[in-house]
């Protein structure tokens, strides 16, 4: 077959770009998506490669995004999701333009499409991956069907402070934890195959350090260390590589001076050159454009310069890159050989996407929306997100002997409010509350009285309060639904004062007149203060904002279908003034001794040095309300006979941790066991606690079984300060336990 002149030259320069690129550019001249990545890239023009690195919100059908398609091309187009719009928009950039490079749409589906499941900060109360992994996958097969390809979550910044609005969207404080629900996270997102038309591209994001935000405040500057960056803030995302993450989002935040989206250490050293991720980079929404508010650039010339520079691939609605990369090429500023890079990823994560060989949506497919087994996963998420943090006379579950319940407060059928944040597609006809479920399945058993009392968490209108109190005074015990709105976490939604909001304290201390028992459930996007208002409730049953199927799942738990087994992501303060708080501390040069006394027991003109000098607050102690990783369950449970293989081991050792656990109690119900360390001293601080390991197990009554964990060398390593990673012999604790703050206690020397 005669082969045109042309087509040989682009053959061999193809050849000749392959061989030449070598690792570094992810290309891999074996690999077939690479060969017709090189080639078509050979067949581009300027306008064309820079149209790939653009990401457009959408507008419908409108004739500017159709002549951006027509007039260089859009990479990407985020918050498109009707169907029959999806697929005209695709047919513009396959069939009228010149090389028919398909567009990759995305949205943000964060914790469900339709099917909505509890926020993050919930999932990850379950310390279940195959939990997160269900969500990840119903998300997928919901948001795949309308034509969204790409989300953009996880979420995996570590947060440690209640007042940020985004720590709903996390999961959790710890990094160990992260890592593990964020990795099932993407595998239920992404499926076994990337090129499957179900399989939805996750982002591992923000990309780095968003959670340290000064004060819990949106978007605010980050000071971070260099081994608080390695130990804290960057695991997560390396866990998010190697579960075959497919692109990454920059952060909005600076850290140290330097914003996240012109920071080329992370991502060209740390993401390219250590971690070898060869997936897209895109930019928050105008992150590039706001280094110019950060005081990083001068200009939109200069922020498009630092963004491509520092490997941002794509501009996610910053209008940066397309007017200002040919001219900073021209300038010298920008290498030919850095769009091409960035083009590259963009064009091979479309190839192993297979949007070149089925770029449309399949419309006649009907809606995998609100499927039974959809819903069943969903329900079962909520269930094991609850945690139980209080029950005191036994309260729950619910007994028998109850013939009356009052139920009251505005979180109890709050359907929009009870998705939480971040469920743009989410309808709130199809939340199921908690009063509409405790009424169709156990309202036969018990007499409702229901009084909302107060409209919404922020009303402050107390005119139906004597109402509440007689609903009240007529029923065996109160079911008391308060939180946060939806409105009131989320991206930009932070809180100084972290207490329920509106007259809800207030709505509470009068319905506890009433002398009936208090079940307090809190529907919430953190963990809010609560403190104060604790005494006054018997229970206290926390299941975040639950999602479409929170009523099912709680009616369950309250009346003991279910058993609780969730256990907190995130330390629980006892005041906002504690934050940020956090299990994995430093121990500090004096650390609380737990015998302080408190600001209501010191002696008037107590002298100055009465107190003692040790590292608590007179008014709050040194512990928070509640550890991380504690809950209760209606059940309990014996840890016992902890078990080391050796009290002694070499760096390049495994060490078999064992224990028994028993469960003593009268239900059939899981825990999670957790294994942390800590090593006692080495050349920088270390925490006073590691999470290394957990397991959830569940357990018949009376059923005993071994607990096995298996510590490798590289879970005693840490990040010092020349950037190095390594483990220092010396004496190491070990813990296996229930909580943060509880468990079995071991020791082992690391020689
Ligand atoms: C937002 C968020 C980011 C989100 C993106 C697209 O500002 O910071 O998490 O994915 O823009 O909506």
Redesign the pocket.
Known sequence: MKLSCKKVFIGILSALILTSCGNKSGINSNDPVDKKVVELLSKMTLEEKIGQMEQLSGEGFSGNMVNQIKSGGVGSI??EVDPETVNKLQKVAVEETRLGIPIIFAR?VIHGFKTIFPVPLGQAASWNPQIVENGGRVAALEATSVGVRWT?AP?LDISRDERWGRIV?SLGEDPYLTSALGAAMIKGFQGDNLNDASSMIA?A??FVGYGASESGRDYNVTTISGEQLRNIYLPPFKAAVDAGAATF?TS?NEINGIPSSGNPFLTKQILRQEWSFDGVVVS??NSLGEMISHGYCADGVEAAGKGVNAGVDMD?MGYVYRPNLAQLMKEGKVKQATIDQAVRYILKLKFRMGLFDNPYVDTNKPGAFYTEDNLEKAKQAVVESAVLLKNEKDILPLKENIKSIAIIGPMADAPHDQMGTWSFDGEKSHTITPLTSLKEEYGDKVKINYVQALAYSRDMNKSAFAQAVSAARASDVVLFFAGEEAILSG?AHCRADISLPGAQKELLAEIAKAGKPIVLVVMAGRTVEIYKELPLADAFLYVFHPGTMGGPAIADLLFGKAVPSGKLPVTYPKMVGQSPVYYNHKNTGRPAKGNEVLIDDIEVEAGQTSLGCTSFYLDAGDKPLYPFGYGLSYSTFEYSDLKLSANEIGPNDNLKVTCTLKNTGKYEAAEVAQLYIRDIAASITRPVKELKGFQKISLKVGETKTVEFTLTPGQLKFWNNDNQFISEPGEFKIWVGTNSREGLEGSFRLR
């Open positions: 985020l918050n943000d953009f979420m969207e982002c994001k923000h989002m909005f928050d929404w996610m991206e």
